[in-house]
């Protein structure tokens, strides 16, 4: 099983500042990488696959980096709507596995 | 509008069944792969099993083999887990998941049903 692992778990920032999010991969998953939103008491939103392609609606300030086993999500200006749990997938094998989950928080 | 209503969770002492239901509407789930997610309350996501469009394929994460079992009928536009064998550690929010056509992400998400499994 691939091993997803995001850092950090929690991001402290501010409202008009740039948050980058880390995932890794245990394994190369090539390109087969995607983030998720999930605010609370909501399902997960697909907001990127491919590891950099934006999902159809996600603002441009949202954007993925990275392959094989080093991924980023970057979310510039932050917006107040953006402070939410997020979650990056590996889609290369199964079981398709999730990262544990950065929580962005407001500082 | 493309929609995923579950159905089906509840409280259910361990060793216990239940089948969770998943009814698509907005777009013909013949035409998609699909998956069950599962997300124990304040923790992450799990992927637990996932049907080929016609049924013909099925796969399980480990934890599960053996007692879950996903299946579908594509005239009802209907999604099933069966779930035997209840553990604690089945406890969860179970999502129904459509995959990208073409590929394997999660690109459309139910509400989820919550099981409990408890005595």
């Known amino acids: 099983e691939v091993v997803m692992t995001q850092s950090p778990a929690t991001l402290s920032v501010s409202p008009g500042e740039r948050a980058t999010l880390s995932c890794r991969a245990s394994?190369?998953?090539?390109?087969?990488l995607a983030w998720y939103q999930q605010k609370l008491g909501q399902a997960p939103r697909l907001l990127i696959y491919?590891?950099?392609t934006r999902a159809t609606g996600i603002p441009a300030r949202f954007s993925g980096s990275g392959s094989g086993t080093e991924f980023t999500l970057t979310i510039s200006s932050l917006q107040s709507e953006d402070f939410a749990l997020y979650y990056c997938?590996?889609?290369?094998?199964?079981?398709?596995?999730f990262g544990q989950g950065t929580k962005l928080e407001i500082k | 509008e493309v929609q995923l209503v579950e159905s089906g969770g509840g409280l259910v002492r361990p060793g216990g069944s239940l089948r969770l239901t998943c009814v698509a509407s907005?777009?013909?789930?013949?035409?998609?792969?699909m998956t069950w997610v599962r997300q124990v309350p304040g923790k992450g996501l799990e992927c637990v099993a996932n049907?080929?469009?016609?049924?013909?394929?099925?796969y399980y994460v480990d934890s599960v083999k053996g007692r879950f079992s996903i299946s579908r009928d594509n005239a009802e536009n209907s999604l099933y887990l069966q779930i035997n064998s209840l553990r604690a550690d089945d406890t969860a929010l179970y999502y129904c998941?459509?995959?990208?056509?073409?590929?394997?992400?999660?690109?459309?998400w139910g509400q989820g049903t919550l099981v409990t499994v408890s005595s």
């Open positions: 998941a459509r995959d990208s056509p073409g590929d394997s992400y999660t690109d459309c």
């Open positions: 907005g777009f013909s789930l013949s035409n998609y792969w």
């Open positions: 049907i080929k469009q016609d049924g013909s394929q099925k």
């Open positions: 394994q190369s998953v090539r390109f087969k």
């Open positions: 491919g590891a950099s």
């Open positions: 997938q590996q889609y290369y094998a199964w079981p398709r596995t």
